[in-house]
């Protein structure tokens, strides 16, 4: 599916000047923001190429309310997925980790609508044209006023200018764009401010380039 060891990958979130951990860091912040600001409905989490997971499951483990969320995790490799299980086991949270293709839209059906769509280490990795087939799609995964967190380098061309209008033009107010001066990494996030909409069903939204 994809040419890179995207095991290996995460081995970057261990080397100060990958710029990963800072970014990680960020996202946790975001989650965490958005789980307080739910505190104490039940929170529904859906993340799209997640990896082993480290992002949500770090700030779960950390939460004596985890109880109240649900998540399902969306990753292709069987290696970050099983990383991601074991994490998740020790977890007072209802956790799914299926081995799956992200891109799918049918793979979303039972875990939507969504309170947090995470689209973290995606956009970058992807074509411009998908990166906005991705955002166009968005308001799919999303209970109303439901919030997407997102990640982007900004290397030249940086594209994170269109992708906060592509937001915006799909439905989205911009709550946090969190780009240091001292790294290229972004870290995104936005709440849908129009009304979701059901998913569509046998869509494919993107492609891996790497
Ligand atoms: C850059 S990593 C990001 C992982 C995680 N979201 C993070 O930010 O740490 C991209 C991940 O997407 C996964 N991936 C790539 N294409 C995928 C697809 N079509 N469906 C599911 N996962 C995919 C890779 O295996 C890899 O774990």
């Avoid at 290696?79 to 293709?101: F, G, H, M, N």
Wanted: proline share 6%; hydrophobic share 40%.
């Amino acid at each position: 599916m994809t040419n890179t060891n995207w095991s290996d990958w995460h081995d970057a979130y261990a080397r100060p000047d990958s710029g990963l951990a800072d970014r990680l860091t960020a996202v946790r912040a975001q989650i965490s923001r958005r789980l307080d600001a739910t505190a104490p409905d039940p929170v529904r989490v859906v993340s799209a190429c997640s990896g082993d997971g480290r992002d949500l499951l770090g700030v779960l483990d950390r939460r004596s309310d985890a109880d109240r969320v649900t998540a399902l995790l969306v990753e292709y490799d069987s290696e970050l997925a099983s990383r991601a299980r074991a994490a998740a086991k020790t977890l007072s949270a209802r956790v799914e980790v299926r081995q799956a293709d992200a891109a799918q839209s049918d793979v979303y059906a039972d875990a939507v609508p969504a309170d947090l769509v995470l689209l973290c280490g995606i956009f970058g990795n992807i074509s411009d044209a998908d990166v906005r087939t991705t955002i166009d799609a968005a308001p799919q995964l999303c209970a109303p006023a439901a919030e997407v967190i997102w990640t982007r380098h900004r290397g030249d061309p940086d594209l994170t200018p269109s992708i906060r209008e592509w937001f915006a033009g799909a439905g989205f107010e911009e709550v946090a764009f969190v780009a240091p001066d001292a790294d290229d990494w972004s870290v995104g996030v936005h709440r849908l401010a129009s009304d979701p909409r059901p998913l569509d069903p046998g869509r494919q939204w993107f492609t891996f380039f790497r």
